[in-house]
């Protein structure tokens, strides 16, 4: 079964650190791109990072750069988002994905608070 589980999020307060994990099965993993997503509430799910295949390359959307890192361990079929300095406005419930994946996973519900 394809399938894509994320884990890691929680409640944190503003300037605090997060690491996100999302452990892929049923699938060949080391031969995909991987993505992570958010939606806040109200909002349209925003592409926040990207990661190549081999963990080479990556991107990330603007107002996340120099606060979080993707990464990947394909021995482990896990791809990560470690997200640091985090503030109110990176509430949202961030999900990973992959274009070998069609459905969209539960997410992991990160909440910025104090």
């Known amino acids: 079964q394809v399938q894509l589980v994320e884990s890691g999020g929680g409640l944190v307060q503003p300037g605090g650190s997060l690491r996100l994990s999302c452990a892929a099965s049923g699938f060949i993993f080391s031969n995909y791109a991987m993505y992570w997503y958010r939606q806040a509430p109200g909002k349209e799910r925003e592409l926040v990072a990207t990661?190549?295949?081999?963990?080479?390359?990556?991107t990330y959307t603007d107002s996340v750069k120099g606060r979080f890192t993707i990464s990947r361990d394909n021995a482990k079929n896990t791809v990560y988002l470690d997200m640091n300095y985090l503030k109110p406005d990176d509430t949202a419930v961030y999900y990973c994905?992959?274009?070998?994946?069609?459905?969209w996973g539960q997410g992991t519900q990160v909440t910025v608070s104090s």
């Open positions: 990661i190549s295949s081999t963990g080479s390359f990556t």
């Open positions: 994905k992959s274009v070998r994946v069609d459905s």
